[in-house]
């Protein structure tokens, strides 16, 4: 594809819902990072996948937080029983390859998620 | 605290004008990038800087990554009202590229 694409681009959620945010990465590309950034703050890691593997989840904020990439492409963030507190934007980004200082991170629009 | 520091976080220039953001921190990175984003849209990557010293340019926008590699600055010269939005500096610490961003500077240019 032409760019990282993230449905929906927007999403309103009651408090306690189960969601899913999907990222489609571009084709070809190894790694696939998920980012949450909160309004007036820069984002903020939440995982990283190389190919299908979650290497860190190190920046997901509790085990309400899931992220899943089975085939190596296509990744989904579930969040569930959402909290105001999960509202935020959340972006996600791919590289081409793993590693290497300079290695360009291609972001996707975003989808963001209100908790009501 | 953040990893990263940046200043101004807001700052409102008439068009013409010069400015310069700063970016600091006590970590030593293997790199460090530079996004604008606007409202709606994921950042978008302005340039990456990756040996102590370097200076890039991009058109009227000038990069400096520090010596030690723990900060760096970007200068816009003759600023225009298409430059506004949202800059944020991001390091990396190096393996697979996690990047940690600094809050954003957010630039207004007023014609």
């Known amino acids: 594809g032409a760019g990282v694409s993230q449905s929906p681009r927007y999403k309103v959620a009651k408090r306690g819902q189960d969601v899913a945010l999907r990222c489609d990465p571009i084709s070809g590309h190894v790694s696939l990072f998920w980012y949450q950034q909160a309004l007036g703050q820069g984002p903020e890691f939440l995982t990283y996948?190389?190919?299908?593997?979650?290497?860190?989840k190190s920046g997901l904020p509790s085990d309400r937080f899931f992220a899943e990439r089975p085939e190596g492409s296509v990744s989904t963030l579930k969040i569930q029983r959402t909290q105001q507190e999960d509202s935020a934007v959340y972006l996600c980004a791919s590289s081409r390859v793993v590693g290497g200082p300079g290695e360009t991170q291609y972001f996707g629009p975003g989808t963001r998620l209100l908790v009501l | 605290t953040q990893l990263l520091e940046q200043s101004p976080q807001f700052l409102s220039i008439q068009e013409g004008e010069n400015l310069t953001v700063y970016c600091n921190s006590s970590s030593v990175f293997s790199s460090l990038q530079w996004y604008r984003q606007e409202p709606g849209e994921g950042p978008v990557l302005l340039v990456t800087v990756v040996t102590g010293g370097e200076v890039k340019k991009l058109k009227r926008l000038t990069f400096q990554f520090g010596d030690a590699r723990k900060d760096s600055s970007l200068h816009i010269t003759a600023a225009q009202p298409g430059d506004t939005g949202l800059y944020l500096c991001a390091g990396a610490l190096g393996g697979y590229q996690k990047v940690t961003f600094g809050i954003g500077t957010k630039l207004q240019v007023i014609p």
């Open positions: 996948f190389q190919n299908e593997a979650q290497l860190d």
